[in-house]
């Protein structure tokens, strides 16, 4: 019999996942809307509507094997954070991990934002927190809820923190072909390898009550990405400043001022370590079929 794997907000990364593993499990992907439905659908799934906030609606998504939690608070602020990382969430894991039949397997896709500013060194999975700001705070707390609250329930919980997220639809070329580019390192992973990863963990069943940084072999300055990626795609190199000057701006929040302040590169060891084959090891890699399209629709 094949397993049921339980993909909740089944968006960007999510559909991905259901596109990589519909051969391995019975995938069923949960979303908000029906067209959200409809995508997981297209994309070889079961759709779902139910918020991952009502425990009443999660009582019609079928039990599985295992859960991936990757919903997205569909905004920045500190509330919609909460609402869905933390509250949603523990929702999440007594609807699932309470039943009758619980899943083995629950990953929570977190973000290397966990780590704030380290005034560009390097962090990894030991690397202790220091929260400056209480959106740092909840993505902490979000993750020890995937890890705590699913092992008092007898679930093996994992979280996968994603590095930048790029790909398809999210290239976002021009941000820095035209600049104004700020300086400080880029910690990305492409979308497939962000799905790949936990494919991989879901697979091979490894980094069981574990933290897995998921971002790509090489960090990179913004300005070096950049120029490398105005040689490319043939233009002359964007315009640069430093992080003093865009902290210059009067229309920033404080969220937006500790994102532009917060600088570090992320490693990715534990993960190679734990088998896990990039299929776009490095940006180089990853903007190739982006750099071809915008030469080819640009040229001449």
């Keep these: 019999m094949t397993d049921r794997l339980v993909v909740l907000g ?4 999510g559909l991905e996942l259901v596109r990589q593993v519909r051969d391995a ?3 069923v992907g949960v979303r908000r809307s029906e067209a959200g439905v409809d995508a997981v659908e297209a994309a070889g799934g079961t759709g779902v509507q139910a918020d991952v906030t009502d425990p009443d609606a999660l009582e019609r998504v079928p039990d599985a094997d295992a859960v991936v939690f990757a919903a997205s608070a569909g905004g920045r602020g500190v509330e919609a954070a909460r609402a869905t990382y933390v509250e949603g969430q523990r929702t999440t894991i007594e609807a699932f991990c309470g039943r009758e039949h619980p899943p083995d397997r629950y990953v ?3 973000s290397t934002g966990v780590y704030g500013d380290h005034d560009g060194g390097w962090v990894d999975e030991e690397t202790p927190f220091d929260p400056d700001s209480e959106r740092e705070e909840l993505l ?3 993750e020890r809820l995937a890890l705590d609250r699913t092992a008092a329930l007898g679930v093996d919980g994992s979280v996968a923190r994603f590095g930048g997220l790029y790909g398809p639809d ?6 820095y072909l035209d600049g104004p580019v700020t300086e ?3 910690n990305v992973v492409h979308r497939d390898d962000a799905a790949g990863a936990v494919a991989h963990l879901l697979a091979a069943g490894v980094a069981r009550g574990e933290v897995v940084n998921v971002v790509d072999d090489e960090p990179v300055e913004k300005w070096t990405f950049a120029d490398w990626l105005a040689e490319q795609c ?3 190199p964007p315009p640069k400043q430093t992080v003093a000057d865009r902290l210059e701006s009067d229309d920033l929040s404080p969220s937006a001022r500790r994102r532009i302040r917060a600088n570090k590169r992320v ?3 534990k993960l190679h370590g734990l088998g896990y084959e990039f299929r776009y090891p490095t940006f180089r890699e990853g903007y190739r079929d982006a750099i071809e399209r915008y030469v080819t629709e640009n040229d001449g």
């Excluded at 999210?170 to 941000?175: K, P, V």
């Design 10 to 13: 089944c968006g960007y990364v």
């Design 25 to 27: 499990y019975d995938v």
């Design 108 to 110: 929570y896709t977190s």
């Design 140 to 142: 902490i707390e979000a």
């Design 170 to 175: 999210r290239y976002r070329l021009e941000r």
């Design 184 to 186: 400080g390192y880029l």
């Design 234 to 236: 043939g233009v002359e």
């Design 267 to 269: 490693a990715n060891d």
